[in-house]
């Protein structure tokens, strides 16, 4: 690789950095999200219905 392509490679790789990690946290935020509804949907679909165990 040639001086002027490294350093270009490497300022791409500083602006990324500094963008954060934004799509790490969308990710993160909708995996929660569908835990939590998956948790709903079994309480309220499956637990709830049977009622009390006698």
Do not use: H, K
Not at 7 to 34: N, Y
Not at 44 to 53: A, D, K, N, Q, S
């Amino acid at each position: 690789m040639q001086p002027d392509s490294q350093r270009q490679d490497d300022e791409a790789v500083d602006r990324i950095v500094r963008e954060g990690p934004a799509g790490t946290w969308a990710v993160a935020g909708l995996a929660t999200f569908i835990v939590v509804l998956i948790w709903f949907l079994f309480y309220f679909l499956v637990y709830l219905p049977r009622g009390i165990l006698e």
